[in-house]
T-cell receptor
Framework: NAGVTQTPKFQVLKTGQSMTLQCAQDMNHEYMSWYRQDPGMGLRLIHYSVGAGITDQGEVPNGYNVSRSTTEDFPLRLLSAAPSQTSVYFC?????????????FGPGTRLTVT | AQSVTQLGSHVSVSEGALVLLRCNYSSSVPPYLFWYVQYPNQGLQLLLKYTSAATLVKGINGFEAEFKKSETSFHLTKPSAHMSDAAEYFCAVSEYRGYQKVTFGIGTKLQVIP
């Protein structure tokens, strides 16, 4: 199993550009989520999905869109990049979204917006 | 609302010394608690988790944590630090509210001095 994969690993954008961060998992997990990691702030939830076709907002959703057309894929779209979105982005998945489920994380995408 | 407090954003220990990383939580329901580790330029991986089966939880790489309800704490310990333990450690609390709501602490960077 590849687990959770993310592409690209690094990306530099100019302010106002848009892009999609890709996330895929091969563990047949129902629950997937996107986090951003910033120094001194831990991980903050952007969006999550409890299954194909179902998504919802997390703690910091502004400026991001998601969709979940398949169980495997959960892309994150930046609509119009801003310097405040410079961060490291992690995708995670877990079995059923129950409170005790362990989350499996991808290797991250390091995004810089100039 | 749930929250996690990690005391000490940076901790330094000598190789062979005791590792103690502190985590306090608040939760309105019985919580599930996790410790994750992040090695440089990698995603997070599970060290151990508490799901109410036992208050002393053993994890990978010799780490363990004790759930103390009266103190709302879930501190992480390891009797003897190795150089390979240098990483960032995140405590997380999880509740099930129709979906898995996970809140992470800000992280503690562990430095191991030879």
């Amino acid at each position: 199993n590849a687990g959770v994969t993310q592409t690209p690993k690094f990306q530099v954008l100019k302010t106002g550009q848009s892009m999609t961060l890709q996330c895929a998992q091969d563990m047949n997990h129902e629950y997937m989520s996107w986090y951003r990691q910033d120094p001194g702030m831990g991980l903050r939830l952007i969006h999550y999905s409890v299954g194909a076709g179902i998504t919802d907002q997390g703690e910091v959703p502004n400026g991001y869109n998601v969709s979940r057309s398949t169980t495997e894929d959960f892309p994150l779209r930046l609509l119009s990049a801003a310097p405040s979105q410079t961060s490291v982005y992690f995708c995670a998945s877990s079995y059923g979204g129950q409170g005790a489920s362990e989350q499996y994380f991808g290797p991250g995408t390091r995004l810089t917006v100039t | 609302a749930q929250s996690v407090t990690q005391l000490g954003s940076h901790v330094s220990v000598s190789e062979g010394a005791l590792v103690l990383l502190r985590c306090n939580y608040s939760s309105s329901v019985p919580p599930y608690l996790f410790w994750y580790v992040q090695y440089p330029n990698q995603g997070l991986q599970l060290l151990l988790k508490y799901t109410s089966a036992a208050t002393l939880v053993k994890g990978i790489n010799g780490f363990e944590a004790e759930f103390k309800k009266s103190e709302t704490s879930f501190h992480l310990t390891k009797p003897s630090a190795h150089m390979s333990d240098a990483a960032e450690y995140f405590c997380a609390v999880s509740e099930y509210r129709g979906y898995q709501k996970v809140t992470f602490g800000i992280g503690t960077k562990l430095q191991v001095i030879p």
